[in-house]
């Protein structure tokens, strides 16, 4: 039962996702949308704990941890441009390179290894937790100020280092920490 506790939490912010959508689709967004993306993030965090702790982190499931988190994303961007329309049309540039750099760092890995990344990079943890942030900021306030422009730029480096990950890795894994430690494994393998 406990083995089960990461896949009930997948489970939990896989359906989150498209309720935030519906929950924003109509342009209104209030304290509850801000609980919800709260709940994903804290799903997420536990989710790879209980993985650990209970033995239940296989690499299909480290797999379907990242599919999951970009699905949760991609739910709370479309709610974003449900929503807040306007201020992301002032932002089109930067989120246009963030998210090229993104179908990028997918793209390389997939085709040397054929399969999606799974790296769980520590700048993929750094730019989840910023774009938490910026995303509470946009929906509590309907402006990108200074934790949505954090949120930008972490995940521009993320992907950044997603990329270096998948070109530098001799063979795919899950869990590469950064690019750091896809150059250890190429040097030593």
């Known amino acids: 039962m406990l ?9 939990i912010r896989f359906l ?5 959508l519906a929950g924003a ?16 993030l804290l799903t997420d965090i ?16 480290r797999e379907w941890d990242s599919r999951v988190d970009v699905f949760f994303v991609l739910c ?23 998210f090229g750099l993104h179908l990028l760092s997918i793209l390389v890995p997939w085709l040397k290894f054929r399969r999606l990344p799974a790296f769980h990079a520590y700048s993929a943890k750094l730019a989840g937790l910023a774009m938490f942030a910026g995303a509470v900021e946009l929906f509590s306030t309907a402006g990108a100020g200074v934790f ?37 494994k190429r040097t030593s393998g």
Do not use: C, Y
């Open 76 to 98: 709370v961007l479309l709610s974003a441009l449900a929503a807040h329309a306007e201020v992301l049309a002032e932002l089109v540039q930067p989120l246009a390179l963030v």
């Open 46 to 61: 536990l989710d790879g704990m209980a993985a650990r702790r209970f033995g239940g982190g296989s690499e299909r499931l």
């Open 148 to 184: 949505f422009w954090l949120a930008i730029v972490a995940a521009a480096v993320s992907h950044l280092d997603r990329l270096a990950i998948g070109l530098l890795l001799p063979e795919w894994q899950t869990d590469v920490r950064g690019f750091w430690a896809a150059i250890e």
């Open 25 to 40: 689709w109509d342009g209104e967004t209030g304290w509850w949308f801000s609980a919800g993306l709260f709940v994903g």
């Open 3 to 11: 083995k089960n506790v990461s896949v009930i939490l997948l489970g």
């Open 16 to 20: 989150l996702g498209p309720i935030l």
